[in-house]
Structure formats: C-alpha cells, structure tokens
C-alpha cells in the first residue's frame, strides 16, 4: 500500500516554523513530513481549508486508577451520552469521564492527537499504562506523583540532595513516567494522618518531618533542572480553590528562581479576596508575574459551565467541597505517596463563584502576552470536559461572543472583573500555538505540535468556517502517524499502535539500596515488584532525551 | 501435599523469589516458589498460606485435550471457529467470569461482546455486585492496604472471615504488621469483627459483635445517626442484637481513632438489603471523616476479580452487568447480570471464562445454561462441571503459575505475575485473542446495521 500522502493547496498553520495561515502542501510518507512525496502519493485536496498539527493536550485525567473509580461513580452520566460502535470503531460510554475507547476517539474528533495524563500515582502507574493501551489514536505520557512521597520527603529533609535526585531518576524509570507531578506539597501527611487536616501555607512545616512545602518543591525543581528533564516540574500549587490564594502562587513561581516551571491550571490559583469568603479576581496580579518571568509555563484550566468531576490528588480539597452539596465522594489513599480525592460537580452560570472562576480563566487568556507559554485546557473534567475546547476557542476568538455569554451569567462576578474591557481576540495562529506548537515547546516534543520536515505526521484539517467552535468541533480530516483516520468527519479506520512517550534519566544503580529498607517495611508490595516492565509499553514506548546537567549543589 | 515426595532430589531446580499467589484477592507477591522443572511441580511454597500452598503445590499439567467440541478432541483453531459462529448467531450471547485470568485477557472479552451484541458480565455480580452499585450511589473512602498497616489503629471486618478466607491478611496488611505509626502491631489496633455467627476470626478481635442475622443496616444507621448527633436508641438490643453501651463504647472508639478502617464481606452485601448495606457502610466511613480520617474496602475474593471490576469499568464504563445489543454499553443489574439472564432462559450462548456456574449458580440458571437451549463455550484451566456441560470447551494454562501477565489486588494495586514453569496449553490471552479476531472478522462480514439488535 502506498503510504505516502500530499495535503495540497491547504492554509496552513505551522506557528513554529513561522508560517502563519499560507497556503501550500504538505507531503508525508512512513508517518512523518517529509520534504516531497512521489507522483503516486494520494491526494488530499486542502484547498480553503485550515491545515494544523494535530492537537496536543498537556494536562488533563484520562486514565489511571482515579480516573477509573470517577468512570465507575457515574453510571447516570454514561447513560445520557451512548458512544455506539461504528463498522471501524469500538462502542464505549461518554459523559464528563468517558470509557477509554470514546476518550481516544472523542479527542480524535476535536482534531487532538496527543494528550498528557497529569497525575500517577506511582504504585498503581501500571494501571494508567494499561487504559493507555486502551486508549485507542491518540499519544499518551503522564506525569508521576511524586511530592507527597515519603520516602523522598525525608530524603530532602535530612539534606541528603544527591540521594534525593538520583531516587527521583529512579521513580521516573521504574514508573515510566513523563516528568514529575508536585500536588499540594506536604498536604497529604497532615491529611491522612492527622485527623484531615492540610498544609495552609507554603512556608507551613509539615507535622511529621520538618520540611515545608517551599522545600519541596524548590528541591524537586532543582532535581528535575539537573536530570535534564524535557519537561520541568508539573505542579498543583498549595491552597488551590482558596480565596486569597494567588499570593502562594506567586511565591510557588518565585520559588523556581529562573529555572523552568510548569504550573498547572493556573486559574484555579489565582484568586484574591479573603480565605473562606467569595473570592475576586487576581488574574492580572499572576498574569503580570507570568508575563515577566520567561522560565515559567503554564495552563489555564479554564471553568466552563455544565458538569464536571474533581478528580484530584489534593484529596483535602475535594473532601472541603464536597462539604457544599454532600455529593457522593470517593477518597482513596496511597500508601506512602499520594491522596486523592473524588466528586461530582456542576459549574452553574448563576452563581458568583463559578462564574468568576469562568472569567478569570478567559482574563488569564486574554492578558497573557506570550502564547507559546500559556495552554488551553480545562484541567479535564476538573474544570469541565475536553469537549468544550472549540467553545473555549471561540470564547478567545469572539469579543462579541463573549459579551453576549457574559449577559447570561452573575452579574456580580461579571461585575467584579475586568473581562468586558478586555477586547483582545485571537487568531487563528494564536489558537494554533496555545493548542499545538505551545504545548509541544512546553513538553519539549520535537516531533509534535508543527509540520515541518521530520515531525510526527500528526494532522488535522478544518474546513474554514466563521463560527470557530462549529469549525474546531468538527474537523473533515484528521491523520495520525500519517494514517488517515477521519476523512469527511467521519471515521474510516482505527488507530491502535498509539505511543507511550516517557523519559528514562540515568541514575546511579546503587540508590536502590538506599531506597529498598523504606519498601520493606513500610509498602504492602515488594520492591521487586515495584518498577513497570517494558512490556507494558507494548513496545510503543518513545523515550524523549534528557540532558543531565551539573548540580546545583556543587555550583554552591 | 506436593506431588513429589521429600526424599526425591530435584535435579533441575528453579527458584523464582516475589512471585505472586493468586488464590484470593490478597495477592502476596512475597511468595518464594521452588519448582522442579523436570516434573513440572511446584515443590514449595514459602511464605503462602494454607490457601496457597494448596494453590501452588497441587498444581500439575493434566494429561487431557486442549479443545474439545462436543466431547471430542479438536484443534484449538476449529474450537474458537466453532466458538465464534455460535456467539456470531446467537440472539442473546453472554460472557460471564473472567475473575480468574489476567486482565490482558480480560480486556478482550468486552469488544468480543461488543461485536456480537451480547451480554458481559463479571463474578462481581454474585460477590461484591451489591458493593459497585452502591458505590455508584454513595462514593467510597479508601485507600491501599499499606495504608492499613502503616497507619490504621481502628480495625473492622464486618461479614467476613478473613482468618481462613484471606488467611494472610491480619498478618501482612491489617492487624499484627507493624507499620510507620503502628510500630507495635496489634497492640496499636483496636480490631472489631462484626459477623452473626463467632468465626474462627473473631478470635483475634478486642471487640466481637454478634449480629441478629438480617439486621446489618439497623446497627450501620444507628451508627451513621450517632455521627449525626442522635442517641443509641434504648431499644438497640431489640432491634439488632447488640447491647447499646457496647454500640455507644464501639462509636466512640470510631470516632477518636486516627486513622479507621472497616472491610467488609459478602456476610454484607449478600444478606438482605444488599447494596442497601453496603452503601450504609460506605457512607458510615464517609459520615466519620468529619471527626477522623476513616476508610472502607471491600475484601474481595478471587485473585483477579478487582481486575475484571477495573477493565470492564474502563472500556464500558460499568463494572458488571453491561449489554451491547443497542450498539452501546448498558449497564443494568438485574436485566443483564448472568444468574437472571440464565433464569429467564434469555441466553442462547454462553462463553464462560475462568468460572464454574453449573457447579455454584441457582437451579433454574443451571438447568438453561446446561439445556440445548444453550450453547455453552467454556475456557477454563480446570476440569469443571461446567466445562464438562459445554459443547465447545478449551482448556488453558493457569495464570500465575504457567503464565504472566498483570492482576488487581483487592485495593486496585496492579501487580505482575511471575510464572513459575510452562504449560503445554494455551494461555486465555492467547485463545481470547484469536477469539476476538475471528469474532471481529465475522462482524465485518455479517455487516449488520451496527445499532441494530436481535434482542430488545
């Protein structure tokens, strides 16, 4: 069969090569772009169609074993939106947390090839790799939960740095995890073992060992920094959800000095007012602090209206709302590393928090000045469902659109924000940088999330069409590896051989034994059986560089 | 036990270390098997409990045919043809079990259903069924059973016997190990057993409350009304058999522990009320997270039947119970779990996979399932009543022993298996594999309407 390809006279969208919205081809042959293809390669006629790489997804809860416990708590959510079975596709269940298979294909349909898995815990990470598998077209990696881990806080907390960095590498190895996850620094001791209470400030020292958040998180930005990883330390600030909570952000991101950050849904942190009172706006106070420090990235975790599912290892968080409606809620503790928490939630335009939440996001969009280091995403579902990212498109694209929406919700949140001022719309290019070429740069894919010769044949084509969340919901074809799989909306064939991306640092093999005593007495499994075999990957693991660098340590 | 007799030297020995017994849901994965690979026997079993050592050094490769189609020996390849025709023309096929075998296997037996429109079901419907739904109303707390042993100094099983059902648990997980903020072991836990009858495990309990049968809901509410600021009622002894100053002494030490855990069995969940009890439990474990961190957890009982739970959830999105004949996943216990489907003579097919319904199903499910009326496929490792009734029947090698591949413990965490020697059957993986490709072809060529259904 042939496989080689020519997207002709398309209008093409290539942020990162420069080419903004000029029509040309795009040639592919084995998966990738290619400079030229032959006179045999089959056609696809582009013309007056918007050509973009295939969407990339740096933060979202699509499989793991918290994501699971959400799918199996809402059987009511699945029966409101059947996902049926085509001669070419799997059937499966949608709503707010869909089964595998309708994630993989619902991601396909928005025109998203990859997608990031933002929270691990380690010791079930097998069972993420594993939905993985199941998850059929698009590219997956996660990121591994490692600040609430005791082994490792103790290992900061008695100085023991090298130790630390090398058990760090080991983590990444033995879970085959993307990079590292920092939520809600030090909240899970205080949590699990004292009577369910948090962590409340960065400075606050943890009961157990004497370490504050602060320490944690500046160690693990400095472990990441030396290990080279491809991308830095993912985080969940503390307080998230808390008014008056932009101030721990801001010292969150003063913590990295000038080393690289990712804070994560950042929304959600951005809030002014007085903790335990209606919050207000702070998005211009982060905005400025973002906008001046190019070493930090982040993505907005955008609220929109309608359902959503906290799904978060910030297990004290979700137990504090759930105190609100009494919803159903699941915790679930693992041992020595993690929290977690689970609950339900309805984002309701009336009511003044969420609303506000809705038009801090936008404002967090629309003051940012540099959109290769801002990335659309809904925390999915935390802030609502990846399905609503050609609304949120739209919403960025459209100023009158925009007025109009904000006539229907809380006035006095509307009221209360700057947003209506703000009439910045984005373009086409921008919306192709926050959702592809950004993200890509921020996760150091070098193959994804741009056309240029070499890159992963990853593809998606819109027909140009004035409402861009009609345009963006429907893409006529999408391509994976080269392979097309969505031609006139509709799809034409399955995609399995999906990839695992993950890193692999080097680390020094003797850390094992320091870290084996801890497994022995306090996991319910043994070391042994700790670290993920490589079948796991299914032999679809891509393994993206890392470039150690010298330790900080030693430069003191 | 072992086959081999003690005085027999082993010449070609094999140790495998960690390797993972997966009688019940406990899964040890600390279990150091030597096996002479002459013989093909495990020869010992250390650190396995009396389950496992039976598990382990009783298991031998039986001289019988890998498939069989109506009692003569087949080739594996016409048996799943056969297998596959018979689901393909089925009106109402069903797929039950699967607790027993890898979830690589188990995650082929939904899109096998999901091409021929049938019925798949878990064991979970005759176990901890009762425990999905009434997590689906209610939420659990819960945690992973390192967290039991490192912090848990309140301990509870309610309806079960894990002394000789999970005969490692109290030591490995819940009530002797010492652990970060346990370091005395039992002496920093108060263990309550809650059972209508004095098991041999209420021996270990501090405190053991003997039930009036039926009446686990009653005492659960009192103690969810306690957490709520009611009294004990007067009449408590009445109503549920036990005195209120033991209710009212049991709800304080609930609530002034540090870190609470109750599991619980199927004395719970398959006595009147079901999931009703269960939920009752789950939200007592919620309402109690306003005092102290308090947690649940079902103690499951096959090897791998929180597996099945897991991979039936993500590629449906329902645990058990899940019909594909409208071209989409349906969940709907009652209608579409196997002992009703079997009982209203609805199933024309059945595919069973690691279970034995004809040895432990009711009368009238028995009577269908073993009848002409329906066609019975069988995959098992054992030679069971049920794979003696089926009309194609393939036996497999034994997961954990003979093959790898991963299995959930009780509390979700997925572990690898290590096999300790070969078996000259197939493995599930294999034989639902090529299931699923011929049932996938014939699919494609039957080119049905794919929202249509025979059965509405």
Known sequence: MNNEIRIK?????????????????????????????????????????????????????????????????????????????????QSGSGGIVPSTFATGYRYATLGYTTAMEAAVPPLTARHALEEMYDTPIIDNGFYVLLANNLFLQSLIAEGRNEEFKEAVAWWLNATKAYTVKLVNPGGDEPWKGHKNLNVKDIDDKSKVVDLSPRKVIESFIDAVHELGLPHPPHIHCNNLGHSGNYDTTIETMKTAGDRRLHVAHIQFNSYAGELGKSPKSASKEITDYVNDHENITCD??????????????????????????????????????????????????????????????????????????????????????????????????????????????????????????????????EICIITRAGPAKCLGLKDKGHLGVGADADITIYDMLDDKEEMFNAPRYVMKAGQLLIANHEFISDYTDKKVLRVAPEYDRDIEKVIKPFFDDFYSVQFANYPIDDEYLHGTGVVIETKKKKSIHENK | MSVASKNDKIVNEKIVENATCTFCGCCCDDITLTVDMDKKV????????????????????????????????????????????????AKFPILYGMSDTICEAQRHCAPIMDDCGGTIDTTTSVCHGPSGMAFQGVGEPTMTLGEVKNRADFVMYWGGNP????????????????????????????????????????????????????????????????????????????????????????????????????????????????????????????????????????????????????????????????????????????????????????????????????ANFPKPAIDHITSDKCKLISIDTKNTPTSEAAHVSIQTSTYGINTGGTVYRMDDVPISLRPAFDSPFPSDLEVLTKLRKKVNELSKKANRPYSTKKYM
């Not at chain 1, 050609?390 to 100023?399: A, F, G, I, R």
């Not at chain 2, 389950?51 to 048996?79: M, T």
């Not at chain 2, 686990?216 to 408590?236: N, T």
Request: hydrophobic share 40%; aromatic share 10%; proline share 5%.
């Open chain 1, 9 to 89: 006279n398309g209008i093409v969208f290539d942020p990162t090569n420069g080419i903004e919205g000029k029509v040309g081809d795009i040639f592919i042959k084995d998966g990738k772009i290619v400079s030229k293809v032959s006179e045999s390669a089959q056609v696809i006629d582009a013309k007056g169609m918007a050509v973009m790489p295939g969407g990339v997804d740096i933060h979202c809860h699509i499989t793991g074993p918290k994501v699971n416990l959400a799918r199996k708590l809402m059987p009511e959510d699945h029966r409101l939106d059947p996902h049926f079975k085509t001669p070419n596709t």
């Open chain 1, 300 to 429: 907005v975790g955008q609220v929109m209206f309608g359902k959503a599912m906290f799904m978060t290892a910030d297990a004290p968080l979700t137990y504090l709302l759930r105190g609100y409606k009494k919803e159903k809620w699941v915790n679930a503790d693992t041992e020595c590393e993690s929290g977690c928490g689970i609950l339900p939630f309805d984002y309701q335009g009336m009511v003044y928090t969420h609303a506000l939440q809705w038009a801090i996001g936008l404002e967090i969009f629309l003051l940012s000045k540099d959109p290769w280091r801002i990335v659309l995403s809904t925390d999915h579902p935390n802030g609502g469902s990846f399905q609503n990212y050609p609304m949120v498109m739209k919403l960025l694209m459209d100023y009158e659109f925009r007025k109009e929406a904000m006539k229907h919700l809380n006035q006095k949140a509307m009221n209360s924000t700057i947003l209506g001022e703000l009439k910045r719309e984005y373009t086409l290019n």
């Open chain 2, 42 to 89: 495990i020869t010992k079993a250390k650190d396995a409990c009396v389950l496992g050592k039976s598990w382990f050094l009783n298991h031998v490769i039986e001289d019988k045919p890998i498939a069989r189609i109506a009692g003569k020996e087949v080739p594996l390849d016409d048996a799943i043809d056969e297998a596959a025709n018979i689901l393909m023309e």
């Open chain 2, 163 to 358: 002394a000789e059902a999970h005969p490692r648990h109290f030591a490995r997980y819940a009530v002797t190990p010492e652990g970060m903020y346990t370091p005395n072991g039992k002496d920093d836990r108060t263990v309550v057993i809650v059972d209508i009858r004095h098991t041999k495990t209420a021996g270990v309990a501090d405190i053991f409350l003997q039930l009036t049968p039926g009446k686990d809901f009653e005492l659960l509410w009192m103690l969810r009304a306690a957490c709520k600021g009611f009294e004990i009622p007067e009449d408590c002894k009445e109503i549920c058999g036990v005195d209120k100053e033991v209710v009212e002494d049991l709800f304080q030490k609930m609530k002034n522990c540090t870190y609470g855990v109750i599991f619980f069995g199927m004395g719970l969940t398959m006595t009147r009320g079901r999931h009703f009890n269960s939920g009752a439990l789950m939200a007592l474990a919620t309402d109690l997270n306003e005092f102290t961190h308090f947690v649940a957890k079902p103690a499951r009982g096959h090897g791998n039947v929180t597996g099945a739970d897991n991979v039936v959830s993500w590629q449906t999105g329902y645990p058990f119970g899940v019909n594909f004949s409208r071209g989409h996943p349906r969940f709907n216990p009652g209608e579409f779990t196997t002992v009703d489907t079997l009982s209203r003579k609805e199933a024309d097919a059945a595919l069973i996979i690691a279970s034995d319904p004809v």
